[in-house]
């Protein structure tokens, strides 16, 4: 069914406009201040007189509610926002949906579910000519098949990830593709390298203010 990608406009002549409400929701976000961020988030979602703007805010609360451990709201979200998504034709937004449900199967230890999702989120990112999809497939791949090869392949992704994102300037990005290197690596056994890459995801978790992260690499270390 196709939607208008412009809708009524909901707000009031005198508020900030939804994409900066948006906008400072992800502020919001980097600096783990949840209540915050998703109050931007919300208005954002309910004000917006285009339905890219609805969808970004849904996805956006979907993360949220994700990392606070509520999977039925996150779901919730992301299912509003793949409609949305599909009834422009967007298929950025779609694999971007998909790679958030693929997280919401990992934190349920659906781990045939995460796989699918990462799957089809590759295979349109790769259609599109999308980088994110070079830094996603590996950890889909993993999963799929959980051998030495297949640790070394997520753990040289991690890897490959962590230099696009230094390159395009991506610092919570870097940060992630550290941790998640540091997880590998603890999967092998390979404790010294763990501790490595752990500490230097902390230390940049701890220059950007995201207090999350950086509990999460001191928890892993």
Same mark, same amino acid.
């Given at each position: #069914?196709? #939607?208008?990608?412009?809708?009524?406009?909901?707000?009031?002549?005198?508020?900030?406009s939804?994409?900066?409400?948006?906008?400072?929701g992800?502020?919001?976000?980097? /600096?783990?201040?949840?209540?915050?961020?998703?109050?931007?988030f919300?208005?954002? #979602?309910?004000?917006?007189?285009d339905?890219?703007?609805?969808?970004?805010?849904?996805?956006?609360?979907?993360?949220?509610?994700?990392?606070?451990?509520?999977?039925?709201?996150?779901?919730g979200h992301?299912?509003?926002a793949?409609?949305?998504?599909?009834? #422009?034709?967007?298929g &950025?937004?779609?694999?971007?949906?998909?790679?958030e449900?693929?997280?919401?199967?990992?934190?349920?230890?659906?781990?045939d579910?995460?796989?699918?999702?990462?799957?089809?989120?590759?295979?349109?990112?790769?259609?599109?000519?999308?980088?994110?999809?070079? &830094? &996603?497939?590996?950890s889909?791949?993993?999963?799929?098949?959980?051998?030495d090869?297949a640790?070394?392949?997520?753990?040289?992704?991690?890897? /490959?990830?962590?230099?696009?994102?230094?390159?395009t300037?991506?610092?919570?990005?870097?940060?992630?593709?550290?941790?998640?290197?540091?997880?590998?690596?603890?999967? /092998?056994?390979?404790?010294?390298?763990?501790?490595?890459?752990?500490?230097?995801?902390?230390?940049?978790?701890?220059?950007?203010?995201?207090?999350?992260?950086?509990?999460n690499? &001191? /928890?892993?270390?």
């Amino acid at each position: #069914m196709w #939607m208008p990608s412009s809708l009524p406009s909901r707000r009031k002549a005198d508020s900030p406009s939804p994409r900066v409400l948006y906008q400072l929701g992800h502020t919001c976000r980097l /600096r783990d201040d949840f209540k915050e961020a998703q109050s931007s988030f919300t208005t954002a #979602m309910t004000t917006a007189d285009d339905a890219a703007t609805t969808a970004r805010s849904l996805v956006a609360l979907g993360e949220i509610a994700r990392v606070q451990g509520q999977t039925d709201a996150s779901k919730g979200h992301l299912d509003e926002a793949a409609k949305l998504y599909s009834s #422009m034709e967007n298929g &950025l937004g779609r694999a971007n949906v998909l790679v958030e449900l693929g997280n919401i199967h990992l934190a349920r230890s659906q781990y045939d579910e995460a796989a699918a999702s990462f799957t089809r989120a590759r295979e349109i990112y790769a259609k599109l000519g999308d980088d994110n999809g070079q &830094l &996603l497939s590996p950890s889909s791949r993993g999963l799929l098949n959980q051998n030495d090869d297949a640790f070394l392949e997520v753990a040289e992704s991690y890897i /490959r990830a962590r230099a696009t994102y230094a390159h395009t300037g991506d610092d919570l990005g870097g940060a992630n593709a550290l941790a998640g290197l540091g997880e590998v690596h603890y999967a /092998r056994e390979q404790f010294a390298e763990a501790e490595t890459t752990q500490r230097q995801a902390e230390r940049v978790y701890a220059r950007i203010g995201n207090n999350l992260g950086r509990a999460n690499a &001191l /928890r892993g270390l």
